[in-house]
């Protein structure tokens, strides 16, 4: 199993083998892609490893045996300049990202701003021949980790085997007023009406079943901070369930009471596990629940 804790120093790697020795700069200029001032940069912003360990010298004598690593992301991230989108895992088949608040996960209009057309953008700058395909959706103002497919293979198999692939999803969400509970699952029909807005009912009204489990993380200075895990993915299912519990996610207009601390919808998709599409080896994805939402409980 691959576990990442996602950061700006972790992601995947290429791996060469040292067979003669010189300085770290020599041999990545020899043996990596790229101008020298990207490779100069991607060293001094941690992305190399000389025998698993981060190295920054330029200088630094390399011995035959050694095996110098080069971060993928860090050198995929110099390709892909978005303020709405980071690259957090990518191999042939599949590319793994985190999505920022305002951007939507696909396109809903011919102008409108989306994560698969700035996917699309960067696979023909890195001169990949391929697509992203969609297979799950995050709202435009909700944080957190997606996966893309690369292949049509890989997309077919996350669209139809999703739940049996997807072994753990997890939210956290600042809510407003401090939770009564420790946990619980909350569960029942949602369904639009006209306008389209969710609503739930206890008995089932022709909607779609909805199962939420839910741990209180934290409760100060009239907030909580709460984990999500989603036994169904529904449209809307957190943000309806959290209102159904009289604590709504902060900053949310449609489901909310109008409290926002954070100047946004304080709703992050943080864990993501799921078996490779075409590997089937587990991968673990977890990202650092967003700053603004912790500050709260500082004041």
Same mark, same amino acid.
């Given at each position: 199993m691959?576990k990442?804790?996602?950061?700006e120093?972790?992601?995947?790697?290429?791996?060469y /083998?040292?067979?003669?020795a010189?300085p770290?700069l020599?041999?990545l200029l020899t043996?990596?892609s790229?101008?020298?001032?990207k490779?100069k940069?991607t060293l001094?912003?941690?992305? %190399?490893?000389?025998?698993?360990?981060?190295?920054?010298?330029?200088?630094f004598p390399?011995?035959?045996?050694m095996t110098v690593?080069?971060?993928?992301?860090k050198?995929?991230?110099e390709i892909? /300049?978005?303020?709405?989108?980071? %690259?957090v895992?990518?191999?042939e088949?599949i590319v793994?990202v985190?999505?920022?608040v305002?951007?939507?996960?696909?396109a809903a209009?011919?102008?409108?701003?989306?994560?698969?057309s700035?996917?699309?953008?960067?696979?023909?700058k890195s001169r990949?021949?391929?697509?992203a395909h969609?297979?799950?959706?995050?709202d435009?103002?909700t944080?957190?980790?997606?996966?893309y497919?690369?292949?049509? $293979?890989?997309?077919q198999?996350?669209?139809?085997e999703w739940?049996?692939?997807?072994y &753990?999803r997890?939210y956290?969400a600042?809510?407003s007023g @401090?939770m009564?509970?420790?946990?619980?699952?909350?569960?029942n029909?949602?369904? &639009?009406?006209?306008?389209?807005i969710?609503?739930?009912s206890?008995?089932?009204?022709g909607?779609?079943?909805?199962?939420?489990?839910?741990?209180?993380?934290?409760r100060?200075?009239?907030y909580?901070?709460?984990e999500?895990?989603? @036994?169904?993915?529904r /449209?809307n $299912? %957190?943000?309806?369930?959290s209102?159904d519990?009289?604590h709504?996610v902060?900053g949310?207009t /449609?489901?909310g009471?109008?409290?926002?601390p954070?100047g946004?919808?304080?709703?992050h998709?943080?864990m993501l596990c799921f078996?490779?599409? %075409?590997?089937?080896?587990?991968?673990?994805?977890?990202?650092?629940?967003?700053?603004?939402?912790?500050?709260?409980?500082?004041?």
């Open positions: 691959k990442f804790i996602y950061n120093q972790q992601g995947e790697y290429d791996h /083998k040292v067979t003669e010189q770290l020599e041999f043996h990596v790229g101008s020298r001032t490779i940069a001094k912003g941690g992305g %190399i490893q000389v025998n698993k360990r981060m190295e920054k010298q330029f200088d390399l011995e035959p045996g690593s080069v971060s993928k992301t050198r995929n991230q892909l /300049k978005s303020r709405y989108l980071k %690259i895992f990518e191999d088949h793994v985190e999505k920022k305002g951007i939507l996960s696909m209009g011919h102008s409108s701003l989306n994560v698969k700035v996917l699309d953008d960067y696979f023909y990949q021949r391929c697509h969609v297979v799950h959706r995050l435009r103002d944080s957190g980790l997606m996966i497919a690369k292949t049509m $293979q890989a997309e198999i996350l669209e139809h739940h049996d692939i997807v &753990d997890r956290v600042l809510v @401090e009564e509970e420790e946990g619980g699952t909350i569960a029909w949602l369904k &639009d009406n006209k306008a389209y969710t609503y739930s206890p008995v089932d009204n909607g779609k079943y909805a199962v939420t489990h839910f741990h209180t993380l934290k100060m200075n009239g909580s901070l709460v999500y895990k989603l @036994e169904t993915g /449209k $299912q %957190i943000r309806v369930h209102a519990m009289g709504p902060c949310d /449609k489901y009471n109008g409290d926002d954070c946004r919808l304080a709703l998709a943080y078996e490779h599409p %075409i590997t089937r080896e587990r991968m673990e994805f977890v990202t650092p629940i967003p700053a603004s939402f912790k500050k709260v409980f500082e004041r």
